[in-house]
């Protein structure tokens, strides 16, 4: 059974980096597109981005290149970087497996059990 | 602005059976399958319903899914009082070259 558990800084500064790692266990890094998504509290769910396996990757354009999502195969692991980060970025942070063997028809499962950030001074 | 609609809420009684509705667009639903996921109050989403219509082991089969044209929709029948939680459509946009959610339904069963 695989599991997905986020780790990082509950806080984070306005302007400054939030840093996340997402460390997979119980299954193989090879084959999927590894997510992250995030969802403001009390609202609805918003894509991020992902990595394949390949290294290929995709942000979502509401990031406005501030993010980064790399993928350390040897650990199991792969992060998500966002720069220049303001209060709208406060938000449930979820990392999850994209299954299906296309970049544009797969689906998340499973989900880590989500990491809240604050951005706050 | 969700790019897919959904109805903010929707309900029913036990045993009775509820569809929930998403629309989109040819740049999304219209072109690609669409998912369901099932968010239970401050826990991650779980996936329900894959590829349109597919069902992950472990989901009940009281929940189905189908699309047509530019819509999906879920239907969950023999509502059961555990079904009483938040509900999410998702799929690529070809336009905006990413995923796109539904602003999320809230079922209650009455």
């Known amino acids: 059974q695989v599991h997905l558990q986020e780790s990082g800084p509950g806080l984070v500064k306005p302007s400054e980096t939030l840093s996340l790692t997402c460390t997979v266990s119980g299954g193989s890094i090879r084959g999927y597109y590894w997510t992250w998504l995030r969802q403001p509290p009390g609202k609805g769910l918003e894509w991020i981005g992902y990595i394949h396996d390949t290294g290929s990757t995709n942000y979502s354009p509401s990031l406005k290149s501030r993010g980064t999502i790399s993928l350390f195969t040897s650990g199991n692991q792969f992060s998500l970087r966002v720069n220049s980060v303001t209060a709208a970025d406060t938000a449930i942070y979820y990392c999850a497996r994209g299954r299906g063997g296309s970049p544009t028809d797969h689906w998340f499962d499973p989900w880590g059990q989500g990491i809240l950030v604050t951005v706050s001074s | 602005q969700s790019v897919l609609t959904q109805p903010p809420s929707a309900s029913g009684t036990p045993g009775q059976r509820v569809t929930i509705s998403c629309s989109g667009s040819?740049?999304?639903?219209?072109?690609?399958?669409v998912n369901w996921y099932q968010q239970l109050s401050g826990t991650a989403p779980k996936l329900l319903i894959y590829t349109n219509t597919q069902r992950p082991s472990g989901v009940p089969d009281r929940f189905s899914g189908s699309q047509s044209g530019t819509s999906a929709s879920l239907a969950i029948s023999g509502l059961q009082s555990e079904d009483e939680t938040d509900y999410y459509c998702?799929?690529?946009?070809?336009?905006?070259?990413?995923?796109?959610f539904g602003g999320g339904t809230r079922l209650t069963v009455l």
């Open positions: 040819s740049s999304n639903i219209g072109s690609h399958t």
């Open positions: 998702a799929a690529w946009d070809d336009s905006l070259n990413g995923w796109v």
